[in-house]
């Protein structure tokens, strides 16, 4: 099974940056997508970004504008700036993949990774 691996979390001021990095043991091979998620304490995990295999990106609403996913060969990036508090969260990272035509998609999660946002 594949190993997903984030890395990059910490504490920032309100207003800073951080550029969490997704790493997987298979190097994303039959990659459907990446997204990255979170989760606050007493909330349900939302999805933050997610890239396509085609390269295709979408976001949500309360972080447009401001973080960035891209990738390359090797790590799938989450650039976060002009962070607030309500980013507090553990961040996660998923990747999808399809080993073949017959199988269905696939999601391997990574543990997690804390960004800590003081206001």
């Known amino acids: 099974q594949a190993q997903v691996m984030e890395s990059g979390g910490g504490f920032v001021q309100a207003g800073g940056s951080l550029r969490l990095s997704c790493t997987d043991s298979?190097?994303?091979?039959?990659?459907?997508?990446v997204g990255w998620y979170r989760q606050a304490p007493g909330h349900e995990r939302e999805l933050v970004a997610q890239?396509?295999?085609?390269?295709i990106t979408n976001y949500a609403d309360s972080i447009k504008d401001r973080f960035i996913i891209f990738r390359d060969t090797k790590t799938v990036y989450l650039q976060m700036n002009s962070l607030k508090s309500e980013d507090t969260a553990v961040y996660y990272c998923?990747?999808?993949?399809?080993?073949?035509?017959?199988?269905?998609?696939?999601?391997?999660w990574g543990q997690g990774t804390q960004v800590t946002v003081s206001s």
């Open positions: 890239i396509s295999s085609g390269g």
């Open positions: 998923a990747v999808d993949v399809k080993p073949s035509i017959e199988s269905p998609i696939i999601r391997n």
């Open positions: 298979r190097r994303f091979a039959s990659l459907v997508a």
